[in-house]
């Protein structure tokens, strides 16, 4: 209170000296950016090559749903209206479609230890090989799904433990600016002689620090399924 240039601006504010928006440089607001994608597939794999090893892939038709609304707090020509979003559909949403193509090949590799037979399996995934954009609503951006390159392999222990590892080899980046994705993930499932599974796991971002998590959940077998 004792700066001479804000008690200045105190006074000519109560004096009524300010007849424009003294925010209107201010950008503080709210955005919505968002993308709903439906996927219908056409796949296909058999064994080749070698014994136990399967190759296929997977022809993906895309329908892409996005959605920008930027609300703008001290922009007087926006008011934040959540039932004019639900009327206004056309303006803030958009669909778009667009045909991508996956790729995987699985090793199934019998390792016998101590006369018992450990099933253990290698794969490798490429995700959205061809990668798909999608036009966001409202703007001439468009929105496009990264290239993924993952390895996995699982192991089976004495029938009842199975142990698995994932691994993104790649670097994504996600439609958060400064967010980038590349997980690996290690987890284990549990089988007894009963209708019961448990499984737990943990995941880390290699892409970002400070970044994992922890998961599990349970397992009911119903009959044969």
């Known amino acids: 209170l004792s700066d001479p240039s804000f008690q200045n601006f105190i006074k000519n504010f109560l004096d009524g000296k300010y007849t424009e928006n003294i925010f209107s440089n201010n950008k503080s607001g709210l955005l919505f950016k968002g993308l709903n994608v439906t996927e219908l597939n056409f796949s296909y794999a058999r064994e080749m090559f070698l014994p136990k090893l399967y190759v296929g892939g997977s022809i993906k038709y895309l329908i892409g749903t996005s959605v920008y609304y930027n609300f703008l707090v001290f922009d007087e020509k926006e008011k934040l209206d959540f039932g004019s979003i639900l009327s206004f559909k056309e303006k803030l949403m958009r669909n778009s479609n667009a045909v991508t193509l996956d790729l995987g090949a699985m090793y199934q590799i019998p390792i016998l230890v101590s ?24 703007t001439s951006e468009k929105l496009k799904l990264s290239r ?7 192991i089976e222990l004495l029938k009842m433990f199975t142990l698995a590892l994932d691994y993104d080899l790649l670097k994504t980046k996600t439609f958060v600016p400064g967010y980038d994705n590349q997980n690996l993930s290690l987890g284990f499932e549990f089988k007894p002689p009963i209708f019961l599974s448990i499984r737990a796991g943990c995941l880390k971002n290699l892409a970002m620090a400070e970044d994992e998590i922890l998961t599990g959940g349970l397992g009911f077998k119903i009959f044969a399924f």
């Open 148 to 154: 993924q390159l993952n390895l996995g392999c699982s």
């Open 115 to 138: 006369e018992k037979i450990i099933k253990t399996q290698v794969g490798l995934v490429i995700k959205n090989l061809v990668e798909p954009e999608f036009d966001l609503a409202n």
